[in-house]
Nanobody, 124 residues
Framework: QVQLFESGGGSVQAGSSLTLSCTTS????????MAWFRQVPGEGRRFVAT????????HYTESVKGRFTITRDNAASTLYLRMDNLQLNDTAVYYC?????????????????WGRGTQVTVFS
């Protein structure tokens, strides 16, 4: 069982930056493809970014390309999401997710483990 713990959320002005972190329990972090999803009230979780096991492959949803960067530190068992030039519609609860396999994915149903989320609020 993998436990995920997100941190780094907050309330920031539009145009600002935040970096989210996701720490994990256990010793298998390096074998899991990882991803960030986000959710706003009344909607399902939506894909933001995903990264392969050694970070060689990443993929982003179109709306965050060029602004968000997903990285991982396998030695520290930590996943990151650097968010620059935050916009009002980036406001959401952000979730860290892990797959049992090393293959990246964009659908939430492919991911086996989830954190509890961290709130990001962007104001004008």
């Amino acid at each position: 069982q993998v436990q995920l713990f997100e941190s780094g959320g907050g309330s920031v002005q539009a145009g600002s930056s935040l970096t989210l972190s996701c720490t994990t329990s256990g010793r298998t972090f390096g074998s899991h493809a990882m991803a960030w999803f986000r959710q706003v009230p009344g909607e399902g979780r939506r894909f933001v970014a995903t990264i392969s096991t050694i970070g060689g492959t990443t993929h982003y949803t179109e709306s965050v390309k060029g602004r968000f960067t997903i990285t991982r530190d396998n030695a520290a068992s930590t996943l990151y999401l650097r968010m620059d030039n935050l916009q009002l519609n980036d406001t959401a609860v952000y979730y860290c997710a892990a797959r049992k396999t090393p293959h990246i994915g964009v659908r939430s149903e492919l991911f086996d483990y989830w954190g509890r989320g961290t709130q990001v609020t962007v104001f004008s």
